[in-house]
Structure formats: structure tokens, C-alpha cells
């Protein structure tokens, strides 16, 4: 990208040029997933209303497709009410502070081979601070509300997304042992040769342990206590509406897809191919599937997207203890298992590590 500007901007600095081309690139980005965010909640309605015999939305646009414009358009004009005795300041800047990491955990993904809008080395760290900084939203949401139902549904997402975040870095260890990189690319590329050098088969206990926190971080069902509709009345965000109510929204969908993306990244190979090795590039039409392209990130991040709308559609809402002790008492310890497993066979290489 930054070689096209550079011959529309050639009166420019190289500087200013790649400045240009950074600013570009994260527009295009940030564009690109707010549209996802939009549409996943038109997939959600459409998958979900198949699986329970509905039709789903399907009157703004063929078969219901403008609807997330309407959607986006009713929360826009609609007015912003604000306690009387909340803290105004705080209250409006919690969905900011909730919707910005959500966002900018998107600059260290790599979407295709060679792009990644920042190619961090500790890319893997980034993710976790950017991951840990939405908690902060969620908690000053529940107080600056000064709602006694919206922080006890703050104090309780808080602590469901702390445990399983634990459980998501001691997950991410263990890939960081079998890439011996925290670069995403690299992580990437260490995976590239076909499906049998995925990490998911060395390391399926710890995708199983990623994938299923992910769920529960992002407070999707059936760990969707924070928001439980029976008991405290949608939870931390009770008392936000019309454009703060659609930033929390907005965060939440957006982390839902960078779970799913980051899920293939981490343990799927990313934008390689499964059928590597198993077609030869040189061959006309069918050579195309061979080859790494976003295609391949896009139909695996695609994939446990909809096993996030899957599970909302069949399994039942989970009580808070069963959840906290699914997170405390069976992931970390299965994490803590398998890595010490994954370093003997380091030590000793033998198996997939040799």
C-alpha cells in the first residue's frame, strides 16, 4: 500500500507517505469490521431464527439485508438519557473505554500474508493488555451508573472475564511454546505446510480451553450471566441507551470476531490453506485453493462465528457458580497439564515438538 501512494503522493516526504498509508490502512480496517459487527447480528437473527423454524428479519431489504442500517439508524436518533445521580463524565466515557480496545486489538492481526497494520514482535502481549483493558468499561459502567442492579452485573462479568482470561493466557502459552514467537505472523507461518502442521491437533486441549474462554470473556451465551434478563435486568449496561447502548454492542460483536479470527490464527494456520500439499498450485482453477489467502481466514474466522450463534441457540444459560468453577477449577488446571506435557516433550523431542 505503501508503494501505490507512494507514486500518488510522490510530492511527499517518504514519512508523511507512510503515515498516509498507516492511516489508510486502519480505516479500511476499522470500516471493515464495524460492517461485520453490523451483519453479524443480521447472521445471529437469520441462524438462530433457522434453528428455532423463524424467519428471522426479513422485511428492510431483500430478504432482510439493510436491516443492521435501521438498526444503527433507531439507536442513533434516540435520545441519550443519563441518571440523575450518576457520574456523568465516567458514565459516558465507559462505553468508549469498552469499544476502543475492542478496535484496536484488530492492529496486530495478520489479515493476509505480509499484512498486519502494525507486525508487532510481542503481538501475543498486545493482545492481552487490549483484551484485559475492556474489563475497565464494563466496571465503570456498572458504578458511574449508579445503579445497584448495573454493578452487581459489572462485579459479576468482571470476575467471569477475569478467570477466563487466565485461562486464555495460560492457552496462549502454549502456543507461544510451539511457535517460539509472540509475532502472529510467525505464528502463522509456523503452522504453513498443510493441516498436519495446525496446531490444534498438538495442542487440542488447549483450543478447546481458548476457544470455549473466548466465549465466556466476551459474555456470549451460555455464559451470559452478566446480562441475565430474569435476574438483574441486562446487567451492566441497564441504564445506557440509544448510542452509548450501541457502543457496548458494537464492542461486544467485535470481540466476538476477533476470538473467532484470532481461534483460526492461533491454532488453524491462519490464511493457509487446508488442501497445502494436497493440490498442486501449477494446476489451472483447483491450484488457487492451495494457495494462503485472506479467502482462508475469512471462511475459518467465518466458521467459529457460527459456532458462537450455534451455542446461543441451544444451550441453556449456565448458573454464576458453574461458570466460575468451569473457569477456575477445570481450565487453568487443564492449561497448567498440558503445558508441562507440551515441555516434556520439548525437552525430550519427541512427538509433534521433535
Not at 7 to 17: H, K, Q
Not at 148 to 171: C, D, N, P, T
Not at 196 to 217: D, H, K, N, R
Not at 235 to 241: D, I, K, L, N, P
Amino acid at each position: 500500500m505503501t508503494e501505490i501512494l507512494g507514486n500518488w503522493l510522490a510530492f511527499l516526504p517518504a514519512e508523511a507517505v507512510e503515515a498516509v498509508a498507516s492511516l489508510v490502512a486502519i480505516l479500511a480496517l476499522a470500516i471493515v469490521v464495524i460492517l461485520c459487527v453490523a451483519y453479524a447480528t443480521w447472521l445471529e437473527r437469520k441462524v438462530i431464527g433457522f434453528m428455532q423454524l423463524r424467519q428471522g428479519p426479513n422485511r428492510v431489504g431483500f430478504r432482510g439485508l439493510l436491516q443492521p442500517f435501521a438498526d444503527v439508524l433507531k439507536l442513533l436518533v434516540k435520545e441519550i438519557v443519563i441518571p440523575g445521580r450518576a457520574n456523568r463524565w465516567l458514565f459516558l466515557t465507559a462505553p468508549v473505554l469498552a469499544l476502543v480496545p475492542a478496535l484496536a486489538a484488530w492492529a496486530v492481526v495478520p489479515v493476509f500474508p505480509g499484512f498486519a497494520i502494525a507486525d508487532l514482535d510481542a503481538g501475543l502481549l498486545y493482545l492481552l493488555s487490549m483484551t484485559s483493558l475492556g474489563i475497565y468499561g464494563i466496571i465503570l459502567a456498572g458504578w458511574a451508573s449508579n445503579s445497584k442492579y448495573a454493578l452487581l452485573g459489572a462485579m459479576r462479568s468482571a470476575a467471569q472475564m477475569v478467570a477466563y482470561e487466565i485461562a486464555m493466557g495460560f492457552a496462549l502459552v502454549g502456543v507461544l511454546m510451539a511457535a517460539g514467537s509472540l509475532n502472529l505472523g510467525e505464528i502463522v507461518a509456523r503452522q504453513s505446510g498443510g493441516v498436519t502442521q495446525w496446531f490444534i491437533f498438538p495442542l487440542a486441549p488447549l483450543f478447546l480451553v481458548y476457544f470455549i474462554s473466548g466465549v465466556a470473556e466476551t459474555n456470549r451465551a451460555p455464559f451470559d450471566v452478566a446480562e441475565g434478563e430474569s435476574e438483574i435486568v441486562a446487567g451492566f449496561h441497564v441504564e445506557y441507551g440509544g448510542a452509548t447502548f450501541a457502543m457496548f454492542f458494537l464492542a461486544e460483536y467485535a470481540n466476538m470476531i476477533l476470538i473467532a479470527a484470532l481461534t483460526a490464527v492461533l491454532f488453524l494456520g491462519g490464511w493457509d490453506s487446508p488442501f497445502h500439499g494436497l493440490v498442486d498450485p501449477g494446476w489451472p482453477v483447483v491450484g488457487i485453493l492451495a494457495a494462503p489467502s485472506l479467502f482462508w481466514l475469512a471462511a475459518k474466522t467465518f466458521l467459529f462465528l457460527f459456532v458462537f450463534l450455534w451455542l446461543r441457540a441451544t444451550f441453556p444459560r449456565y448458573r454464576y457458580d458453574q461458570i466460575m468453577r468451569l473457569g477456575w477449577k477445570v481450565f487453568i488446571p487443564v492449561t497448567l497439564v498440558w503445558i508441562s506435557v507440551e515441555a516434556v516433550f520439548f525437552t525430550l523431542q519427541i512427538g509433534p515438538f521433535a
